[in-house]
């Protein structure tokens, strides 16, 4: 089995910050991508950050600048720090991984999600 789990979230004020935190654990051979996606209220859901095994990172152009992906190869943990935050970036945010099991099955995993909302 393999699990994902979030933490991190919570309310926040605007110009505020968060660091997000995604832990892999169970029956993992080896990681090859982990990502956060985010769905606000009424939206789809859509990429905020992503990062590979190699640490090459790509992100969604309303995040650039404020964001930081980075990830923990020997803790198959991943951070997603979150500055200047705005309304804007009110979701839940869920985390995923590209992974293989001990078992050889490559798919892709979800956490549950954690809620950031940005009010003053």
């Known amino acids: 089995q393999v699990q994902l789990v979030e933490s991190g979230g919570g309310l926040v004020q605007p110009g505020g910050s968060l660091r997000l935190s995604c832990a892999a654990s169970?029956?993992?051979?080896?990681?090859?991508?982990m990502g956060w996606y985010r769905r606000a209220p009424g939206k789809q859901r859509e990429l905020v950050a992503r990062?590979?095994?190699?640490?090459?990172?790509n992100y969604a152009d309303s995040v650039k600048g404020r964001f930081t992906i980075s990830r923990d190869n020997a803790k198959n943990t991943m951070y997603l720090q979150m500055n200047s935050l705005k309304p804007e970036d009110t979701a839940v945010y869920y985390c995923?991984?590209?992974?293989?099991?001990?078992?050889?099955?490559?798919?892709?995993?979800w956490g549950q999600g954690t809620q950031v909302t940005v009010s003053s």
């Open positions: 995923n991984a590209d992974l293989t099991t001990d078992w050889g099955s490559r798919s892709n995993y």
């Open positions: 169970g029956s993992i051979f080896s990681i090859y991508a």
């Open positions: 990062i590979t095994n190699g640490r090459s990172t």
